[in-house]
C-alpha cells in the first residue's frame, strides 16, 4: 500500500515571543485553505541558543534541506555580553559565538532575494497615503551582514589596513578593544543578481520603474560597485524606466512623494532600512511581510521581530504573516490560493469591524486570522493551481522543478544540491 504523501512540505519555524502566536493564526487561514501540505515543525531562536547555544541547530539546517518552503515567525536576538550570560553555564567554556539564525539561514541556503511587497489596502486608517504599491528588493546574503566583523581588532588586520589604507591612520594608534571593524562585502554576481531580479519582476508584472538606492558618492568601493552592476544590468531592460538615489535622500521622498516610486532595490543594510520605512506607510509592522529567495528555498515571515513585551497576550496583528503565507502560496505555484488570501485580507482590512490593538481595536491574533479565514470563498480553495507564475514572486517553486526536469533531477535532489558542500 502506497503512503499518503501530501504535495508540500513544509518547515514550520515559529521561533520566540510573538512567532509563536502569529503562525498560529497562519495555521487559521492555512487550514481553512485544505492547502494539501505536511508541516514539520522546526526549532529556532533564541531558547535554543541558551539551551544548546546554536539558534538553528543543525537538525534544523537538514530539515529546511528536504522542503519546499518554509514559513517563519520571529526570533529574539540580543547583543554579545546577553548572549554570553544567558548561555547555559555548561556551555559557557565553549567560547561559542551567537549570530542571528535567521542571517545564517539566508547565507547558508543563498536565500539571495529579500522580497518586501508593501501596499496600502484601501481603508486602512494606518495608511500613510492611498495607493502606495512599493515592491523592495533587498539583497540579502552580503554588505554589512556578511557577518566578517572584528572586536577587538586582530592587529595582523590593523597592520594590513595601516599599510593598505591612509585613512586608517587616525586609527591605527588605538587599542584593539578601543574599536571595532565591521566589513562591507559587495560582490559583483551578488549586485548583479539582485538588480537583474528586480528588473525581472519589474517586467513580469509591468511595473513601470526600478530604483536602485545606494550612497556610492560616498561609500565608494562598495556601493560604488552595486550601482555599476545595476546601470549595467538596466540597460538590457530598455522597457523598464531606471532611476538611482542616495539612500539619506531616497528616505526623503519616499516619505514626501512615495506614489513617485514602484521597486526598489538595494543593498542589504540600505534594504532593511527602506522596507521598515514602506511598511510603516502601509500600516507598520503588523503589515510587512517577507520572502527570503533563493534558486532552491523560500523562507517567508514578517518583518517583525519577537515583541517581547507583547508575547503571551495574542494581541498582535498577525496580517503580516497572513500576506507572508499568502507569499508563501505564490513560490508553491498556488496562485489562486494566494489571490484568495489576499482578497480575504484586504476585505477584512476594508470593513474594519475586526482591528486588532495596532488597528485602534481589541481583538486578538486568532479573531484577525478567523475572520480572514471567513471570507475564503469555497470556490477559490477548490481550483486548481496553476504552473505559471501569478502572484507576486519573481522565481516560483513550479519554474525551477520544471527547470529540473528537463534535467532529470527529482524534487528531494534538486533542494539539498549544493547544501552537502555548505559549511554553516
Ligand atoms: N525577523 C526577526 O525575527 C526579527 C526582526 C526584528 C527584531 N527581532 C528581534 O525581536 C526582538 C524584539 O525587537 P524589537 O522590539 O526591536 O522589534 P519587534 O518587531 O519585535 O517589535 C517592535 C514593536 O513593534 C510592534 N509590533 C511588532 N510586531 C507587531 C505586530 N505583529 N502587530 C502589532 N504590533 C507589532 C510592537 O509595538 C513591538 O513592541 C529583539 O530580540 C530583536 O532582535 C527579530
Not at 105 to 120: G, T
Not at 133 to 142: A, I, P, S
Not at 259 to 285: E, R, T
Request: charged letters at 25%; one cysteine or more; aromatic letters at 8%.
Amino acid at each position: 500500500m502506497q503512503a499518503f504523501m501530501a504535495k508540500y512540505r513544509i518547515a514550520w519555524l515559529p521561533g520566540d515571543g510573538i512567532g509563536m502566536e502569529v503562525l498560529e493564526a497562519a495555521e487559521v487561514v492555512l487550514d481553512k485553505l485544505e492547502l494539501d501540505a505536511e508541516y514539520v515543525y522546526g526549532d529556532i531562536g533564541w531558547q535554543f541558543w541558551c539551551s544548546e547555544g546554536d539558534a538553528l541547530p543543525a537538525r534544523t539546517v537538514d530539515l529546511l534541506k528536504n522542503v519546499d518552503a518554509a514559513l517563519f515567525g520571529a526570533i529574539t536576538s540580543k547583543p554579545a555580553k546577553a548572549a554570553a550570560t544567558e548561555l547555559a553555564p555548561a556551555l559557557q567554556k565553549n567560547l561559542l559565538t551567537y549570530r542571528s539564525p535567521i542571517v545564517r539561514m539566508r547565507q547558508l541556503f543563498d536565500l539571495y532575494i529579500c522580497l518586501r511587497p508593501c501596499k496600502a489596502y484601501p481603508g486602512n486608517a494606518l495608511n500613510f497615503k492611498e495607493d502606495i504599491d512599493l515592491v523592495v528588493f533587498r539583497e540579502n546574503t552580503e554588505d554589512l551582514y556578511a557577518g566578517v566583523e572584528f572586536g577587538p581588532v586582530p592587529p595582523e588586520l590593523a597592520d594590513a589596513l595601516a599599510k593598505l589604507s591612509k585613512p586608517f591612520a587616525p586609527f591605527a594608534k588605538l587599542a584593539p578593544d578601543e574599536y571595532a571593524v565591521s566589513c562591507k562585502i559587495n560582490t559583483r554576481a551578488g549586485s548583479e543578481r539582485i538588480v537583474r531580479a528586480a528588473f525581472e519582476f519589474a517586467r513580469k508584472f509591468k511595473r513601470k520603474k526600478v530604483t536602485v538606492v545606494h550612497k556610492a558618492n560616498v561609500v565608494r568601493a562598495t556601493d560604488g560597485l552595486f550601482l555599476d552592476c545595476a546601470k549595467a544590468v538596466a540597460k538590457q531592460f530598455p522597457d523598464i524606466a531606471f532611476d538611482e538615489a542616495n539612500i539619506d535622500a531616497m528616505i526623503m521622498w519616499l516619505l514626501k512623494n512615495p506614489l513617485n516610486y514602484d521597486v526598489l532595490v538595494a543593498p542589504n543594510l540600505y534594504g532593511d532600512i527602506i522596507s521598515d520605512l514602506c511598511a510603516q506607510m502601509v500600516g507598520g509592522l503588523g503589515f510587512g511581510c517577507s520572502g527570503n529567495i533563493g534558486e532552491k528555498l523560500a523562507v517567508f515571515e514578517p518583518t517583525h521581530g519577537s515583541a517581547p513585551k507583547h508575547a503571551g497576550k495574542f494581541k498582535v496583528n498577525p496580517i503580516a504573516t497572513i500576506l507572508a503565507t499568502r507569499m508563501m502560496l505564490d513560490w508553491l505555484g498556488e496562485t489562486d490560493k494566494a489571490a484568495a488570501l489576499e482578497g480575504a485580507v484586504a476585505q477584512v482590512i476594508k470593513e474594519g469591524k475586526v482591528r486588532t490593538y495596532d488597528m485602534g481595536g481589541s481583538n486578538s491574533t486568532i479573531d484577525m486570522a478567523v475572520a480572514i479565514a471567513a471570507k475564503l470563498l469555497k470556490q477559490s480553495m477548490h481550483t486548481q493551481s496553476r504552473n505559471d507564475a501569478g502572484g507576486l514572486i519573481p522565481y516560483t517553486r513550479n519554474r525551477l522543478l520544471e527547470q529540473a526536469a528537463g534535467s532529470s533531477a527529482s524534487a528531494s535532489q534538486l533542494s539539498v544540491t549544493n547544501l552537502a558542500k555548505t559549511t554553516i
